[in-house]
Every structure is written in structure tokens, then in C-alpha cells.
């Protein structure tokens, strides 16, 4: 009978013991799966919100760099507009002075001289066909007919035919050719009424190809060689203009400043002037 006893209470004890660990093996699992508390929910809310607050603050960053960066284009674009303007307009004014000087003389040329030149060349009005028939006048200098000197010898007819064609491509843009021509001319003729004129029609046809240090030599030479020519101002505003393009601003200034203390009242002292003005203004 004891032994009877003994089993059911060792069976009841095994049972208990077997409901006790049911129970701390599913009691974790009913709170893993159960609802967070308030607590935790407050904690993930408040890292969502904070995330949320980073990821804003960034985009906001990324607006500000954006726009920063949109000015300074802003910035650049402008700065490069001006200096286009600047080189538009100073483009504009080298090739209006360079047409206006060039129709000047080519009028001057055509115009017939008191002895005339025969009829078929003045009917051409043709630059090369004039410098054939009568000398190319220096501006303001009278021709060789109207100071009443002989006829052109053929050596003479062969030194303005040589001119005329050179002038004849400057006129026609062939700055090349036009170089060239007046090289050679100088070369050749190194001292006659129109070499003043070749050294300033050489140095214009290396200024406008932009081939800056060789206009400059051009215009240096007229100068020194012919301080007196009637070219002489417009060489000197032109080699304020070429040193200019050189960077040489201080030998610029000065030389511009020259032209207007040496030739008051001409067209090429009152560029000087002008050119002087928009330096001031640029500082």
C-alpha cells in the first residue's frame, strides 16, 4: 500500500514539474509576441522623428549647396558676357577704324589728280588700277601731278604697282598676301614716300590676325624711322592699342598718353583718349 502511495506522489510531483517548465518556455514567448510598452513605442517614435529631422536637414543642405553653386555660374556667366562685350566692341572698333581709313584712301587714290589719269583707269575705280596710274597719296600730302613733277619712270610704275597690290589684298581681306606685299616693298623701296605707308599697312595686317609682337615691331619701326610721317600718329596710337593686347599696360598708358600730348586736336589723339578713358574705368 505504501508503495502505492509513493508512485502517485512521485507521478504528481513529475506532472507539476512538467507544467512548470511549459510554463518559463512559453512565458518568453508570450512576451516576445506580445504588444511594446509604452515606453518603447515613445523610443521608436522619437528615432523615426530624429531620422526624419536628419534626412530633412540634409535635403536642405543639398538645396543650399545647389544654389550656392547656381550663383557662382550665375557669377561666371556674367563675368564672361562682359568680357565678350569688351571684345566685341573692341573688334568693332579696329575694324571700323581699318574700313574707314581704307576707304579714305581708296578715295584718294580714284580721285583723279589735275593732269588726270587716263579715262579707262579712272572708269575702273579700281585701288590696284589707280596705284598703276598715279602714286598712292600719303593723307594730306599732294600727288606727283599736282606738283607739277614729270611722269612716272617705269622703275616708279614698278614701285606703285607693287604698293597697289599689296594695299589691293588688305583691301580684300587676304591679310596674308597683304604682309607679304608690303615686305616686300619695304625691302625693296626702303625709303620713298610710301614706305611710312607700308610699315603702318604692314603693322595693320599683323594686328588684325592678332599676331600681336610682330604689329608691334611694324609700327616701332615706322616710328623710329620716320618720326615725321604723316602716318606717324596713327602708328604710335596703334602701338598703344598692340601693347595693350601684349599686357605691357604701363608702356600702353603711356604710349596712348603720348599721342594726345604729341597730336592734339587729330582723330588718332582723341581715340587715345577714349581708349584712356575705358582703362581708367576698367580700374
Known sequence: MKQILAKRFM?????AGAIASAVLF???????????????????????????DQGGTSLVNRLQQMQSQMQQM??????????????????KAQYVDLDSRLGRLEHASASPSPAGPPAHAASTG???????????????SASAASQGTPAPTPANATMQAAYGAAFK???GGDYVAASRGFRDYIQKYPDTSLTPNAFYWLGESYYVTQNYPV?????????AQFPDSEKAPDARLKLGYTQLELKQHAAAEATLKSVVAKYPGTKAASLAQERLRRLDQAH
Do not use: C, M, Y
Open 11 to 15: 507521478a504528481r510531483i513529475g506532472t
Open 26 to 52: 512559453v512565458g518568453p514567448l508570450h512576451a516576445q509576441n506580445s504588444p511594446l510598452s509604452l515606453a518603447d513605442r515613445v523610443a521608436r517614435l522619437e528615432q523615426q522623428a530624429q531620422n526624419r
Open 169 to 171: 589684298s588688305l583691301r
Open 215 to 223: 604689329a608691334l615691331e611694324a609700327f616701332q619701326h615706322l616710328l
Open 74 to 91: 550665375q557669377g561666371q556667366i556674367e563675368e564672361l558676357q562682359h568680357q565678350l562685350q569688351d571684345l566685341q566692341d573692341k573688334g
Open 126 to 140: 579700281g585701288a590696284a588700277a589707280a596705284a598703276t596710274a598715279s602714286p598712292l597719296p600719303v593723307a594730306g
